[in-house]
Antibody
Framework: EVQLVESGGGLVQPGRSLRLSCAAS????????MHWVRQAPGKGLEWVSG????????GYADSVKGRFTISRDNAKNSLYLQMNSLRAEDTALYYC??????????????WGQGTLVTVSS | EIVLTQSPGTLSLSPGERATLSCRAS???????LAWYQQKPGQAPRLLIY???SRATGIPDRFSGSGSGTDFTLTISRLEPEDFAVYYC??????????FGPGTKVDIK
């Protein structure tokens, strides 16, 4: 059974940093691309970033480019999102999600339950 | 960046009725790399349709997808009580930027 468990969310002040983690199990992690997708309270889904199986291909939404960094550790079956210079508009539930392909350009076939990030003073 | 528009914003129907949801892209979606997701309150999204018309594993056949180019449709042939939810389309396959549509809420009339 595929499991994606996010952690690292919390309350943080504007301008500060936070690092999200996602522990994956139930599939061959280093065969697949992974994504972070967020959802602000009461709003729709927004793709944040994606990374290929070997970290060779990475993409970011324009809204986070230059502030967020995605990475993965295949030896630890883990995905990360380093978030710097956080803004109030980054407040959202952050989902870790599995791609159905090795490149971050396939459909998303599994999702975690999300970790909540709140940016407020 | 491809922008997706979904209509209507809200669809009010009764159980047993047919639901037709639309997703329009600002430019052609390559090789029909268009997916549909269902999200219920308090839950993560669930993949329904990929490649514009292929059902994901375990998805009932009352869900079907169609379309190509810039116009896509999700049809639910007969609404079951558990189908009342928000539905998102998503494009993929082009570059490394994915985009979601704003969603269509299907609620009980």
């Amino acid at each position: 059974e595929v499991q994606l468990v996010e952690s690292g969310g919390g309350l943080v002040q504007p301008g500060r940093s936070l690092r999200l983690s996602c522990a994956a199990s139930g599939f061959t992690f280093d065969d697949y691309a992974m994504h972070w997708v967020r959802q602000a309270p009461g709003k729709g889904l927004e793709w944040v970033s994606g990374i290929s199986w070997n970290s060779g291909s990475i993409g970011y939404a324009d809204s986070v480019k230059g502030r967020f960094t995605i990475s993965r550790d295949n030896a630890k079956n883990s995905l990360y999102l380093q978030m710097n210079s956080l803004r109030a508009e980054d407040t959202a539930l952050y989902y870790c999600a599995k791609d159905n392909d090795g490149r971050p350009t396939g459909e998303i076939d599994y999702w975690g339950q999300g970790t909540l990030v709140t940016v407020s003073s | 960046e491809i922008v997706l528009t979904q209509s209507p914003g809200t669809l009010s129907l009764s159980p047993g009725e047919r639901a037709t949801l639309s997703c329009r892209a600002s430019q052609s979606v390559s090789s029909s790399y268009l997916a549909w997701y269902q999200q219920k309150p308090g839950q993560a999204p669930r993949l329904l349709i990929y490649g514009a018309s292929s059902r994901a594993t375990g998805i009932p056949d009352r869900f079907s997808g169609s379309g190509s180019g810039t116009d896509f449709t999700l049809t639910i042939s007969r609404l079951e009580p558990e189908d009342f939810a928000v539905y998102y389309c998503q494009q993929y396959g082009s570059s490394t930027q994915l985009t979601f549509g704003p969603g269509t809420k299907v609620d009980i009339k």
